[in-house]
């Protein structure tokens, strides 16, 4: 699916507004010139027998993201219907681009949506220059040519669609308020981004209207500045109503040319065309429930009329997105994660939730969407550990050995064991340090477990016998309790401040397992069988799944 992914970014960087002529084996077609909001248009083309999937993209007239979608050929043709949105902010009235493009070869086409009642306009949008009841509009009798900008960022700038003004913006100890344009995009001047730059301690902020994400609005800046917040190692925040995306120094590479400019679209609408991304990427698997919230960030480079888009950041997006309080309510956070949404399949993300919010880190931009993954295995049915092994294979920490089967009462490795417990270190977002040679003797370099066990030394987790980690061997109770505990410490583990265990086997524990093994069941990790701790037995799967269910706070994705 990485190759997938892949190739889909290096496709769309080469899709830009700009026609591109391709060669007769690549064609292009729409069904209609002109639609109407709440009809359908069908896209339509041919490729050669061999070509790859083709990324089709809608771009409105204000040159945000419409549509986009990966569609595979059948027999030399593809076809796809899309559904123009009642919405006006979603649709509104105007010249729509269609790109397509497969095997580096692209094609495009135009049409419009237009008013039912004739003009091309929408009567009811104040922002568009046709409507004459816009204040800011030269040819209205109430005002005769005033068109200064307005600092109020009503949408009053009326501006160059290439350029922007150098004071286009506000700024206050480092947080900024962008300037609205007459064609709706959200502005911030050269001048203002130096103030702010020059203001800020670690980070600039964009507030951006609380209705952004709702109504996919873009906001332009000059590419410039984010080579002057490289300089000074300042972070780019935006913010809407009480969601952040926060972009790293350098994390966006991007040309200092004085006449480029950076566009950032935002959308968090489930709009038709998200549901039926959404719903192609997940047709395959029914395990996977949506839950209606869903993330799209587009980047741009922009120089003149040529547009490159920005999909792979030079260092990860930190994203905090509020829940509505419907929203919080029908979720189930112990099997709700995010999910990259790609149109054919979905990658598993991760991310936490708290108070209301769900955070993950972002290494590319395009659709991101929280999902339950409820899934079950026959060999669970009624289990006592069914619940904590459903929870953690939608954190995808564990799997089953097939599709059907978990094989609750396996024993497991301590090769298994500790790859398991990295895996919820990485969930948890803890940053393995950097491992030094491999201290382990009988651990080879190629091992599907080495970078796993060598991290989990690294951290002090596990330390080996005498030069040897015997990663093979079926891990004992005992082991197994020692690198919990020394995994717990990476974890705000609430005690449940029990006594010291009285197992009738105590005196079998072995000395350098004791202390860890009081540890454990006084912070309510294990409990033993009721009687007797059996340090010397096996551990089973499902008995792993309980433990390690026991170190993640409750309300995590």
């Given at each position: 699916?990485?190759?997938?992914?892949?190739?889909?970014?290096?496709?769309?960087?080469?899709?830009?507004?700009?026609?591109?002529?391709?060669?007769a084996?690549?064609?292009l077609?729409?069904?209609?010139?002109?639609v109407?909001?709440?009809?359908?248009?069908?896209?339509?083309?041919?490729?050669?027998?061999?070509?790859?999937?083709?990324?089709?993209?809608?771009?409105?007239?204000?040159q945000?993201?419409f549509y986009i979608?990966?569609?595979?050929p059948?027999?030399?043709?593809?076809t796809?219907?899309?559904?123009?949105?009642?919405?006006?902010?979603?649709?509104?009235?105007?010249?729509?681009?269609?790109?397509?493009?497969?095997?580096?070869?692209?094609?495009?086409k135009?049409?419009?949506?237009?008013?039912?009642?004739g003009?091309?306009?929408?009567?009811?949008?104040?922002?568009?220059?046709?409507?004459?009841?816009d204040?800011?509009?030269?040819g209205?009798?109430?005002?005769?040519?005033?068109?200064?900008?307005?600092?109020?960022?009503?949408g009053?700038?009326?501006?160059?669609?290439?350029?922007?003004?150098?004071?286009a913006?506000?700024?206050?100890?480092?947080?900024?308020?962008?300037?609205?344009?007459?064609d709706?995009?959200?502005?911030?001047?050269?001048?203002?981004?130096?103030?702010?730059?020059?203001?800020?301690?670690?980070?600039v902020?964009?507030?951006?209207?609380a209705?952004?994400?709702?109504?996919?609005?873009?906001?332009?800046?000059?590419?410039?500045?984010?080579?002057?917040?490289?300089?000074k190692?300042?972070?780019?925040?935006?913010?809407?109503?009480?969601?952040?995306?926060?972009?790293p120094?350098?994390?966006?590479?991007?040309?200092?040319?004085?006449?480029?400019?950076?566009?950032?679209?935002?959308?968090?609408?489930?709009t038709?065309?998200?549901?039926?991304?959404?719903?192609?990427?997940l047709?395959?698997n029914?395990?996977?429930?949506s839950?209606?919230?869903?993330?799209?960030?587009?980047?741009?480079?922009?120089?003149?009329?040529?547009?490159?888009e920005?999909?792979?950041?030079d260092k990860?997006?930190?994203?905090?997105?509020a829940?509505?309080?419907?929203?919080e309510?029908?979720?189930?956070?112990d099997l709700?994660?995010?999910?990259h949404v790609?149109?054919?399949?979905?990658?598993?993300?991760?991310?936490?939730?708290?108070?209301?919010?769900?955070t993950?880190?972002?290494?590319?931009?395009?659709?991101?969407?929280?999902?339950?993954?409820?899934?079950t295995?026959?060999?669970?049915?009624?289990?006592?550990?069914?619940?904590?092994?459903?929870?953690?294979?939608?954190k995808q920490i564990?799997?089953?050995?097939?599709?059907?089967?978990?094989?609750?009462n396996?024993?497991?490795?301590?090769?298994?064991?500790?790859?398991?417990l990295?895996?919820?270190?990485?969930?948890?977002?803890?940053?393995?340090?950097?491992?030094?040679?491999?201290?382990?003797?009988?651990?080879a370099?190629?091992?599907y477990?080495?970078?796993?066990v060598?991290?989990?030394?690294?951290?002090?987790?596990?330390?080996?016998?005498?030069g040897a980690?015997?990663?093979?061997?079926?891990i004992?109770?005992?082991?197994?309790?020692v690198?919990?505990?020394?995994?717990?410490?990476?974890?705000?583990?609430?005690?449940?401040n029990?006594?010291?265990?009285?197992?009738?086997?105590?005196n079998?524990?072995?000395?350098?397992?004791?202390?860890?093994?009081?540890?454990?069941?006084?912070?309510g990790?294990?409990?033993?069988?009721?009687?007797r701790?059996?340090?010397?037995?096996s551990?089973?799967?499902?008995?792993?799944?309980?433990?390690?269910?026991?170190?993640?706070?409750?309300?995590?994705?």
């Amino acid at each position: 699916m990485k190759k997938y992914i892949a190739a889909i970014m290096a496709l769309l960087f080469v899709l830009s507004p700009v026609s591109a002529r391709a060669a007769a084996s690549f064609t292009l077609a729409l069904s209609v010139d002109e639609v109407q909001r709440g009809e359908e248009i069908q896209l339509s083309g041919t490729v050669t027998n061999n070509a790859k999937d083709v990324v089709v993209k809608i771009i409105r007239p204000n040159q945000t993201t419409f549509y986009i979608n990966a569609i595979t050929p059948v027999q030399g043709s593809y076809t796809a219907k899309v559904t123009i949105p009642d919405d006006k902010d979603f649709a509104p009235f105007g010249l729509y681009q269609v790109v397509a493009g497969s095997d580096n070869l692209t094609e495009t086409k135009n049409f419009k949506v237009i008013d039912p009642n004739g003009g091309g306009t929408d009567p009811t949008d104040p922002t568009d220059p046709g409507n004459p009841t816009d204040p800011t509009n030269p040819g209205n009798p109430s005002n005769p040519g005033d068109t200064q900008p307005d600092d109020s960022g009503s949408g009053s700038t009326p501006t160059d669609p290439n350029t922007i003004p150098t004071n286009a913006g506000k700024t206050a100890d480092g947080i900024v308020q962008p300037e609205k344009s007459t064609d709706g995009r959200y502005l911030l001047g050269s001048e203002t981004m130096n103030q702010a730059i020059q203001q800020a301690k670690d980070s600039v902020t964009v507030q951006l209207p609380a209705a952004t994400g709702d109504a996919g609005t873009a906001l332009e800046l000059p590419a410039k500045s984010l080579q002057d917040l490289k300089d000074k190692n300042l972070d780019l925040i935006l913010t809407y109503e009480n969601s952040t995306v926060r972009f790293p120094a350098s994390a966006i590479s991007a040309s200092g040319e004085q006449q480029s400019r950076i566009r950032i679209d935002l959308n968090t609408a489930l709009t038709s065309d998200a549901k039926s991304l959404l719903n192609q990427s997940l047709q395959s698997n029914p395990d996977y429930k949506s839950t209606g919230v869903i993330l799209s960030v587009e980047i741009k480079l922009i120089t003149g009329d040529n547009a490159v888009e920005i999909h792979h950041l030079d260092k990860p997006a930190v994203v905090t997105m509020a829940l509505t309080e419907e929203q919080e309510k029908a979720i189930r956070s112990d099997l709700a994660g995010v999910y990259h949404v790609n149109g054919t399949n979905v990658e598993y993300v991760g991310g936490t939730v708290s108070k209301g919010t769900f955070t993950f880190t972002a290494e590319h931009f395009s659709y991101y969407t929280i999902l339950e993954y409820n899934k079950t295995f026959a060999d669970l049915a009624g289990h006592w550990a069914a619940k904590s092994v459903q929870s953690l294979a939608a954190k995808q920490i564990v799997e089953g050995v097939d599709e059907q089967h978990y094989e609750p009462n396996r024993s497991i490795t301590r090769a298994e064991f500790v790859t398991l417990l990295m895996r919820t270190l990485k969930w948890s977002g803890h940053t393995t340090p950097q491992a030094g040679s491999n201290p382990f003797s009988d651990v080879a370099a190629n091992a599907y477990y080495t970078e796993q066990v060598t991290g989990a030394a690294s951290l002090g987790i596990v330390s080996g016998y005498n030069g040897a980690f015997r990663p093979n061997d079926i891990i004992t109770r005992e082991e197994a309790v020692v690198a919990l505990v020394q995994t717990a410490k990476y974890f705000n583990v609430v005690g449940a401040n029990k006594a010291e265990p009285a197992f009738a086997d105590t005196n079998d524990i072995s000395s350098w397992a004791a202390a860890a093994v009081n540890q454990a069941w006084s912070k309510g990790l294990i409990e033993g069988d009721g009687a007797r701790f059996n340090p010397k037995s096996s551990v089973t799967r499902a008995e792993v799944a309980v433990m390690i269910t026991r170190l993640l706070p409750n309300g995590s994705l």
